[in-house]
């Protein structure tokens, strides 16, 4: 893709930046010629990302909780005294719930704050990035996950809020549009960590092996390009063909 001339001073917001798709989204929207801003809960990893990326383009941190209200307003308020306005938006913070305790069991404490990471902090991140895009116009990126069709055990409030997501997502794109196209990213099985993998971790995917973070960092750069002004409203699965393959067991 065309890189974008940094003078004309194209500004982009990721939520949870500092590590994993977060990152690799960052990472690659300097590369395209945005200057960068990130929000994380991580104030250490935050700051290494930045001073990482920095000979990349330019990119700030801001400590933000974007499950609360009240630092999303702050962090906001920030970045319009540095930044002025914005362009883009990519919300990926999110709080990954791995095999929890049955139903009769459900932490509603922990259900809440999963919830309020994972699907109000968008709506929040919305609300407060309105008034700084350039004109009204710009894009936003949502990250969902498969688990908004299916599930593991025990997973009730991840999936709830990434389910959330998607609806949030194309309600955003009609109330928004047409100055500013909202779409979303679900991503599978993303290696975020960079562990040794199985070969039959790999050879499961119909795409012959597990997601990497730039496989989804270049689907967001895309999404927030202008090539990509006739799609808002929708979601787009990134998952190696996995929700298209039938598994029985044999």
Sequence with gaps: M????????VRAIVTGGARGIGRAIACRLLEDGYSVVIFDIDRDEGIRAASELEAI?????????????????????????DYGQIDAVVNNA??????????????????????????????????????????SKGAIVNISSTRF???????????????????LTHSLAVSLGPLIRVNCISPGWIDTKGEPLRPEDHAQHPAGRVGRPQDIAS???YLLSEEAGFITGQNFI??????RKMIYAE
Excluded at 2 to 9: H, I, L, M, Q, T
Excluded at 149 to 167: D, I, M, P, R, W
């Design 238 to 243: 990134v998952d190696g063909g996995m929700t």
């Design 2 to 9: 065309k890189r974008r001339d940094f003078e004309s001073g």
């Design 57 to 81: 383009g330019r990119i700030d941190f801001i400590d933000a909780d974007v499950g609360s209200e009240e630092s999303v307003y702050r962090a906001f308020q920030k970045v319009h005294a």
């Design 219 to 221: 689907l967001a750069s």
């Design 149 to 167: 069709l299916q599930s593991e055990k025990n997973t009730f409030a991840y999936s709830a809020s990434k389910g959330g997501v998607v609806s």
């Design 94 to 135: 999110g709080i990954a719930e791995g095999f929890g305790s049955p139903i009769e069991h459900l932490d509603i404490g922990r259900w809440n704050r999963v919830l309020a990471v994972n699907l109000t902090s968008i709506a929040l991140m919305a609300k407060h990035s309105y008034p700084l895009f350039r004109g």
